[in-house]
């Protein structure tokens, strides 16, 4: 094609565009604007050229990137525009000749205004292109669906405000463990998703989303507060898990719905099982209602032991569900179900006074020194006659109270701290012990302890599990450690398996430890004669 030709076509090419073109010097001087990009800054073709583009934007300092940027218009109005940087070089030289901007204007707002992040309406649009690309040149991205555990939580109980920054901070965090290559788009209240390409596959995409996970083990500073939060992520890939945004985007979602019921803070794959979820749940349920009355429940009690005197001093009460059609079913499965379903009041109930019973029956046997710690559900907790079915078990089994101990978690008290205190106070006039279960989780605040009429915290699972190789969980078990001792509360550590673990709970001076490095939880039949193995009854 004859050279002037071509440049016309080009040139026009230019003119047609929907987005904004812009070719400036290396002065930072306009040397073309398209009518798209005029037309949004309110000026003429001859009042921007050889005009400096700073006047309109603050251009990034790199030769060639894209992202998220602010462009003033004469107006004065302000627009996010997706803008890509990229730089024509004289050969060899490497000196820059022009820089090409091009920018998309967004008909609707395409910035989250909190987080700054693209929001949902960019993310189709990119996907859109992602995915064109992608099969232009034969190549997978991942889609991943993250959302925040608990958030709800945090912006109920310390307001709307901390909730804001808190999303600020996470956004943040995101966008550090992503890498500025891959894209974060905010979709929802706590909804990020995040598009990685240049991955290599699946086990690659498993990789950066471990390191995102990781870099939620360090908690949030809100205002004089530390808060844990942590992330369920699912993750979707193209073309493997679908070849549209929709089902990318839908299939992604759902898997991490899936992580947030396996516990939280982990991520699940796609697969095309979507319902198999939700069938299997209400099978549970159907069942769960006919367990207490055929008397499918145990109890597994699990050894606590107190590292100074090298004994044990209690057992956590476990609830297991032998269900004779499905087998054995975690309670990690059928507590939920329980509490959603309100089932979880009688079989508490029942828990409670079967926990009460063993008391009895293992004084009977002649083990006089251990108390029993039993898992108290927010729904029970919240039940206005707590307190009173608390002392009629006690009456009614006639324990001494001191040996019953009872485990709430950190979002009970939050709901209402005033009536928490309250009930709490009243359950240490009837002499029972409380520990808070799960400490670190969720909403962490160590001031509030200092209120609470409660004697032990027991740091979770999820510190200990990498106290030896994460220096975040061992400061955070040793400063968790320090105040509670301030506080004159005992500390007891979850989830200790191995040796190596039970030294640094060790040296953060822990004073008891809960775990499979010591027992597994064991049948209740069996707990005399263990207890006779350690020497602690005769
Ligand atoms: P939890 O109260 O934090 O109980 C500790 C859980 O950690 C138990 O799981 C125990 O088996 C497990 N565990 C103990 N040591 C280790 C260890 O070294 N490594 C690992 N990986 N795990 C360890 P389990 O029995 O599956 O119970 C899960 C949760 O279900 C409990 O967590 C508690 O929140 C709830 N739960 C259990 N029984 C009851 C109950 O009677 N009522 C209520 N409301 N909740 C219960
Ligand atoms: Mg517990
Ligand atoms: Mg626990």
Not at 226 to 231: A, S
Not at 410 to 424: C, N, T
Request: hydrophobic share 40%; aromatic share 10%; glycine share 6%.
């Amino acid at each position: 094609m004859n050279v002037a030709i071509a440049a016309d076509i080009y040139k026009e090419a230019l003119i047609q565009s929907h987005d904004g073109i812009v070719l400036i010097n290396k002065l930072g001087e306009i040397e073309f604007a398209n009518p798209t990009f005029l037309q949004w800054i309110g000026l003429e073709e001859k009042e921007v050229i050889k005009g400096n583009i700073n006047r309109f934007i603050t251009l990034p300092t790199s030769k060639n990137w894209k992202g998220v940027m602010e462009v003033t218009s004469m107006k004065r109005e302000k627009q996010s525009v997706w803008l890509v940087v990229n730089s024509i070089e004289r050969k060899g030289e490497g000196e820059i000749d022009l820089q090409i901007l091009t920018f998309r204007f967004f008909q609707k707002s395409g910035l989250d205004p909190l987080t700054k992040l693209p929001n949902r309406y960019m993310l189709q649009s990119r996907l859109d292109e992602m995915i064109a690309c992608s099969f232009y040149h034969d190549t997978c991205f991942a889609v991943l669906f993250i959302d925040l555990d608990r958030f709800k939580f945090v912006n109920d109980t310390l307001g709307h405000s901390y909730g804001d920054l808190l999303l600020q901070q996470v956004a943040k965090r995101l966008v550090h463990s992503i890498g500025e290559k891959n894209m974060l788009f905010r979709t929802g209240g706590d909804e990020f998703i995040c598009l990685l390409d240049n991955v290599t596959g699946e086990a690659n995409v498993v990789e950066k989303i471990n390191k995102i996970l990781k870099a939620f083990t360090i908690p949030f500073r809100l205002a004089q507060m530390e808060i844990h939060v942590t992330i369920s992520v699912g993750m979707s890939m193209y073309p493997y898990d679908g070849n549209d945004a929709e089902v990318l985007i839908s299939t992604a979602d759902s898997a991490m719905y899936r992580a947030k019921k396996k516990g939280r803070n982990q991520f699940e794959k796609a697969n095309v099982e979507v319902n198999a979820g939700a069938f299997e749940r209400l099978v549970i349920e159907n069942y769960l209602r006919k367990a207490l009355p055929n008397g499918e429940f145990l109890i597994d009690y699990q050894p606590q032991v107190d590292l100074k005197e090298d004994k044990i001093i209690g057992f956590e009460a476990l609830l297991r569900w032998n269900q004779p059609d499905l087998g054995r079913i975690p309670p990690s499965e059928f507590i939920p179900i329980a509490e959603e379903t309100g089932l979880i009041l009688p079989i508490g109930q029942w828990v409670l006074e079967r926990a009460c019973f063993q008391i009895k029956e293992w004084e009977q046997a002649g083990v006089y020194s251990v108390k029993v710690a039993v898992n108290i559900s927010t729904q029970q907790f919240l039940q206005r006659n707590f307190v009173d079915t608390i002392k009629s078990v006690i009456n009614k089994t006639r324990i001494n109270p001191k040996k019953l101990e009872l485990e709430i978690t950190e979002g009970m008290i939050i709901h209402d701290i005033d009536a928490a205190i309250s009930i709490l106070q009243q359950l240490t006039d009837v002499g029972v012990k409380i520990s808070i279960d799960d400490f670190g989780t969720g909403y962490s605040s160590l001031s509030y302890l200092k209120n609470l009429p409660v004697n032990t915290v027991k740091i979770d699972r999820s510190f200990v599990f990498d106290i030896d190789t994460n220096p975040s969980s061992k400061a955070l078990t040793s400063a968790i450690t320090t105040l509670a001792h301030d506080l004159n509360l005992h500390v007891v550590a979850e989830g200790v398996e191995s040796y190596q673990q039970l030294s640094y709970i060790k040296r953060s001076s822990c004073d008891v430890v809960q775990g499979f490095y010591f027992s597994k939880p064991i049948p209740s039949t069996k707990v005399v004669d263990f207890l006779k193995k350690m020497k602690q009854v005769v």
